[in-house]
């Protein structure tokens, strides 16, 4: 069996060069390595700028590692051609963390949800593409009517329903979730919480899944890694990390933890 | 003895959209307590952010307020003239936008956009703004804030970028916080020290906080009074303690129910059936109705009250005569 990812002593390092004084490193990534089997909900946890976002953009192309290895179904991604890595992009889709900024304001819901397929030329016949646009909607759970409006007439957890819906869009195998349902009220959140676990279960998806509550990976997650100052400090299974923590930094986001009950 | 400082009374609203106008809160009315924090939670487009944009008049050009009043200082804001409102804008009512990415300018550095709130409402010399800058950046838990004044904004984390917001918000201590969700970027940790440094200023220096925010959990950490919106109506308001302990209406009961827990793995999370309304949906009754699993014939034909007893509200016939 392939893993979906498997990323390998990766490094990354943003440089800034201004015009005037000296150039300045900054070592995001320092060393990752973690493995995402087929099928598996990998859960990535972390503090705020610890480099999450960075080894998303790193492991789906966006940004260039530094050193290191990203596989993904087996395939080293370094030197990838831009038709290899449009193959790629269709097993491997992506959510982000901000709702509001991962959609074009200027498209409408059908265009917005057209364009993967459009790119893939799927359901070309008009009336496939419609009953398939209206079942993915349906997937997320918001009403056909949605098709012909804009971005910004939706509140937050809506345009990240619509997100979702996209990366569903091309039926991918991997999907990586940068923080898909912080922006989520609760109800909606065990919504696509439910949701993602099912997909996942009937398409055998695997998921790279980035969050910062602790309980949201509890549920979603089989294995965890938590990661402080672009490494990784503790990496287990999700049963493991919430019954038996070990690193000292696990144990203090733990005990950081909000909660209704412990009022 | 508790004091109001902004009262919101019976506030409609609706946008003008091609299908019409569509009415999204319907008769909103609160009290902030001085010197206290009110959590507004609520579902996913019930109207928590337009009712904080109505607040400060930062609505898009679309919304029409159709009806009430925020008080403030004895003063409705809705009436108040441009130039009034923006020595109140950011001085007097601080406002932390739901939306961090889009909301800092891109163009300019960290640092250049913090002395410019800064500037922009007092006089202060162009050290001292600096100083007060690293100041406000460590408060909000950036480590090397002197060297990262010069980052611009893509150079910043998601939760950076909304630490930054905050730091914004609170560079000139307002009497009002209006935070829309300020943590929902931020890890634990981070949260926990927002957390705690808005709980300080509040007692510090008196600071009353409308905290908008669909986390509970979060809510029920630094809430003195919670608001539950629904569909643009509030359904239940208590003291934090209470609601948190007892809610009484079956809509905060499914919100507490659906969430997921870090003390034990669940296989599937408990929902609250439906889907909320869409604002122009037509209900004749509790607008809540067709998704509670406590309704009876009469929550479908009229729109129940909110029933006050002991020091909360609740929109529900099951609270009749209790
Ligand atoms: N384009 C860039 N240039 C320079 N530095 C960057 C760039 N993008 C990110 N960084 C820096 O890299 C670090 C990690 O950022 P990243 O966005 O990966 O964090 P994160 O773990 O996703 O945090 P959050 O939970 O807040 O989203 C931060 O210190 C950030 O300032
Ligand atoms: N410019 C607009 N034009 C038309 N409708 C709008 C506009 N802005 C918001 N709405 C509608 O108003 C309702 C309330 O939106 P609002 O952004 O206040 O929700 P919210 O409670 O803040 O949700 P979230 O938790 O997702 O941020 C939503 O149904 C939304 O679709
Ligand atoms: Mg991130
Ligand atoms: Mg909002």
Redesign the interface.
Known sequence: MTNAIVVKQLYKT?E?K?WLGTKTQKEVLQGIDLTLPRGKVLGL??????GK?TLCKVILGIEPATSGTVLINGQNTSGLSVRQWRVMRRQMQVVF??P??SLDPRFSVRKLLSEPLDIHGLYAHKQDREEYLRELLRAV?L?AAFLDRYP???????RQRIAIARALALNPQILIAD?PV??????????I??LL?EIQRQRNLSILFVT?????A??LCDDIAVMQNGQIVEYTT??TL?EHPQAAYTK???A?????E?? | MSEPILQVQDLRLGFA?DSGSVPVLHGLSYTLEKGKVLAV??????GK?VHALSLLKLL?PNARIEGGKIIYQGKNLLTMKESSLRHIRGKKIAMIF??P??SLNPVLTIGEQLCETLHAHQKISKTASRKRAVELLTQVGITDAEKRL?DYPF??????CQ?VMIAMALALSPDILIAD?PT?????????QI?TLIKNLQKQNGMSVIFIT?????A??IADEVLVLYAGQCMEQAP??QL?SRPLHPYTQ???G?????????D?????AG?PP?PGDKTEGCPFAARCPKAFEKCYKACPPLYEQAGRSTRCYLQEGK
Do not use: W
Not at chain 2, 214 to 218: E, P, R
């Open positions: 943003y800034h201004p946890v972390g503090e705020s700028g610890c976002s963390q901000d509001y900024a759970q009403d910004h007439e939706f509140s937050g957890g809506q923080e912080s922006a989520l009220d609760v109800s909606v959140q065990a919504q919480l439910n676990k910062h509550d602790f309980a949201v509890r549920f999700a049963e919430f203090k986001l733990l950081a933890v909000p909660s209704v412990g009022r | 959209t939670v609520g579902e996913s487009g019930s952010t898009p739901q939306d990415g889009s010069n150079q910043f984390s998601g939760g950076m630490r969700e929902t970027a931020l890890d634990v940790t981070i949260q926990a957390l669909h986390n509970l959990a979060v029920a950490q934090a303690a948190f499914g919100l507490l659906s969430l997921a827990s870090v003390r034990q793995k669940t599937k999370l408990s929902v609250i889907n869409r």
